[in-house]
């Protein structure tokens, strides 16, 4: 199951919600993250966009793999999602 691309390929990643919460934190975090300090633009910004963009990218690449171990090892990888939004206070059920 996953979503149907224009050239009949499915991405089975976009049926997971935890994958959309992840996608929708990082578009969130880039967002808030242009409104920074100047002088945190380049540190404490950067950082958190690359954190950010890593749960969703750790997921698909999960999603990917073909055994079980492989798809373990990426899925808790991006297990820290939740803690980053529980310390955001955007936590979801």
Same mark, same amino acid.
């Given at each position: 199951?996953? #979503? *149907?691309?224009?050239?009949?390929?499915? %991405? +089975?990643?976009? @049926?997971? #919600? *935890?994958?959309?919460? *992840?996608?929708?934190? !990082?578009?969130? %975090?880039?967002? #808030? @993250?242009?409104? !920074? +300090?100047?002088?945190?633009? !380049?540190?404490? *910004?950067?950082? %958190?966009r690359r954190s950010a963009f890593s749960v969703p990218v750790n997921i698909v690449e999960g999603t990917a793999r073909h055994s079980a171990a492989d798809k373990l090892h990426f899925l808790q990888t991006a297990a820290p999602l939740r803690g980053l939004m529980k310390s955001l206070g955007r936590e979801h059920p």
């Amino acid at each position: 199951m996953g #979503v *149907a691309t224009g050239r009949g390929m499915t %991405l +089975p990643h976009h @049926s997971l #919600v *935890a994958w959309q919460r *992840a996608d929708d934190l !990082f578009i969130h %975090l880039h967002a #808030v @993250s242009r409104r !920074f +300090p100047r002088i945190e633009q !380049f540190e404490l *910004a950067k950082q %958190l966009r690359r954190s950010a963009f890593s749960v969703p990218v750790n997921i698909v690449e999960g999603t990917a793999r073909h055994s079980a171990a492989d798809k373990l090892h990426f899925l808790q990888t991006a297990a820290p999602l939740r803690g980053l939004m529980k310390s955001l206070g955007r936590e979801h059920p």
